[in-house]
């Protein structure tokens, strides 16, 4: 997913949003993280009753027309994407303060967490997550997406 927990992010800022329905679908109901272009949210699909990410552009750039439309072609582009090592776009929609994003939900955490806790990598799951990584860009890369932000924060797991 896109984005990457951060401490410094006013929490007030980020609960503010709790409990907010977009469009009439999706209720959000815990931060994530926070990125370069938003912040995203834990969120209940209450048409589909599933757990879904909804990443809310940050008010700046949602004032810019260019990356507005920048924002929407790459947003297409995204959810054509159907890869095993590709977090799915599900939706996404505009509302009066800006664009959202709806994702694919990864309860695992990211990669970034991982090195900063106690958990070593033994080569071989250092090994595995770099070609699983590589594959995925390799897929985005050959339909002409860039994904200009790869790190261990935005290298996410699911639940196993």
């Given at each position: 997913?896109?984005c ?7 929490v007030a ?22 990125g370069a272009s938003g912040n ?9 009753r599933?757990?879904?990410a ?9 004032d810019?027309?260019s990356f ?8 297409r582009?995204v959810?054509?994407?159907t ?7 599900h939706?996404?929609g505009?509302?009066?303060?800006g ?12 990669l970034r967490?991982v090195l900063?806790g ?11 997550l770099g070609?699983?990584?590589?594959r995925?860009l390799?897929?985005a890369h050959r339909r002409g997406l ?8 935005n290298l996410l797991?699911?639940?196993?």
């Amino acid at each position: 997913m896109c984005c990457e927990y951060a401490p410094d992010m006013p929490v007030a800022r980020l609960a503010d949003q709790l409990g907010r329905v977009l469009n009439d679908r999706y209720r959000l109901v815990a931060p994530i993280g926070t990125g370069a272009s938003g912040n995203v949210y834990l969120a209940e699909d209450v048409t589909l009753r599933r757990k879904v990410a909804v990443k809310l552009l940050h008010p700046a750039l949602a004032d810019d027309p260019s990356f507005l439309k920048r924002f929407q072609a790459e947003a297409r582009a995204v959810a054509s994407l159907t890869h095993p090592h590709i977090v799915s776009v599900h939706d996404w929609g505009e509302l009066a303060d800006g664009p959202y994003l709806v994702l694919e939900y990864l309860s695992g955490g990211n990669l970034r967490h991982v090195l900063d806790g106690d958990t070593l990598l033994t080569p071989s799951q250092a090994a595995t997550l770099g070609i699983q990584a590589a594959r995925g860009l390799d897929f985005a890369h050959r339909r002409g997406l860039v994904h200009r932000d790869v790190k261990p924060a935005n290298l996410l797991f699911d639940g196993d």
